[in-house]
């Protein structure tokens, strides 16, 4: 027993490939999940682990630009990067620090980028002017660095909405970069609603200057990058509105410079502080404020308890509060965005395309697919039979085509790729190719005549086999660059050929060997 599993290696490792691919298709542990809020996880009643892309799920898409413009080669010396950043927003009039990017290390040298939307190329320049920084060229769009930030946020956004098997990725069409986002099951207006703002959050501070009734703000007294935790947001109670609990960080002394601002500011005042800011804004007590890009979301004041902590200086050793909120989806939107962060661009939705597939046409779309699949494996069997007339020969041989496709399908779960018309394409061209090459081993073994010796099937079978790797590295090389570049549905059929091509190499077509050898030989 143990001789024959040695001598038949291949076809073993091909079934427990497939059982493998079985388990993974099928096995509620390998279910996926969808982490709603940063918490449990829940998973969808589907009878496989499969996931669906926009075309077979139905859903939106969005291609679109980060606006945006990029100085190269910028000459900025020693001066450190935040200090570069402000130096170029202080030359503008109404342009915020978190508008400039100072990147060192880019291919073009040194870049500075702004991604103020209100701001011109000659305002640009002029601005690196006054700052006293040379540059060779501005130019629209922004470094790749910014780009992939924006990616990784977006995708961050998705995750934190729960919205499963969405994908964010950075496509070209020749003429410049743009984010792509395909989110299925989601009609357009929920997708444009969670990514549409830059979800920029912070907490200033308005107060009486020097109690001549002079207002002014402190601003970006607590950014996104300041918080240690955020926690889900919370329902309305009858004494706050919706509420994310919140703390800070202790590392370098951000709590402690938080509530030194507080006690200096007034809103740490004895007896706390009550905000009236929507009210009577020239006549209020300090508030802190709630501000998403750039627009103060809520105002709200300090109790007399949290006020004494920070006056004593215990809040720093707990730093922590709540956020409040006028709506419960304005909270939901505050703690994914200060989850995932802030993306560093506008997201032009306008300058771009929006599409949406209804679930229905999504779910016609799969039953077309799987009829189209089952019509190719009929077609390609009846081919088969019809060339050998032989089942011994034809059904091992359409059967270990088949398992490719299986393996794929594994592979797909495992990954959590999302199925769409590009990738099913890709298994009907696998499962075409795989049975090119089947027979190709099948014609090369048995055309000259007797092959009843186990060293006569080997040296033919090496023949056939060399003919097939040299045309599945052909294949490979082809695809390879699809694979690569930023194609949109392209990427997804070339990987996919570029993995039914490994398999077929590596794993089915040595056990379909294995299969013809203990057919056809005798010694």
Sequence with gaps: MIEKLKSNWRLTLLAVILLVSVFVMFS???APQTNVGGDAAATDDRLTNLQYGLDLAGGTRIRAPLIGMTAENVDIGDTSRANAET??????????????????GTINGPTVEVVDPDVSESQFGDALDEAGYSYDSIGEGLTQETRDEAINVIEGKVNQAGLSGASVQQVTDGTGFFILIEVPGQDRSNVIDLIEQRGNVRIDIYH????????????????????????????????????????????????????STVVETGVAQQGGATCRYEENPENTDPCLQLVVDGEVINSFGMNSDLAASFRNGEWAQSPSFVLTTTSFEEAQDIAINLRAGDIPAEYAIDQGTTSFISPTQ?????????????????????????????PQVALPMILTAFSEVLILLGFAAYLQYPLDLSVIA??????????????????????????????????????AFWVIGVAAATTIIAMSPLAVLSLGDLRGFAIFTILGVLVGVFVTRPAYGDILRNLLTKR
Excluded: H, W
């Design 28 to 30: 509620p542990t390998m």
């Design 87 to 104: 130096a170029v927003a202080n030359a503008f009039n109404d342009t915020e620090v978190t508008d400039v990017y100072v990147r060192r």
């Design 208 to 259: 009486d200057n020097n109690g001549d009734g002079e207002y002014t703000t402190e601003r970006a007294v607590l950014t996104g990058d300041d918080f240690a935790s955020i926690s889900n947001a919370q329902q309305s109670d009858a004494r706050t509105g919706p509420r994310v609990p919140v703390s800070i960080r202790q590392e370098d002394g951000i709590a402690e410079q938080f509530q």
């Design 362 to 390: 999504g779910e016609n779309f799969r039953t077309d697919s799987l009829i189209i699949g089952i019509l190719a494996i009929l077609t390609v069997s009846g081919v088969v039979f019809a060339r050998y007339r032989e």
């Design 426 to 463: 890709s298994f009907i061209a696998v499962l075409g190719t795989g049975v090119d090459d089947l027979v190709i081993i099948a014609d090369g073994v048995m055309a000259e005549g007797d092959v009843s010796s186990n060293r006569v099937f080997s040296s033919r079978f090496k023949k």
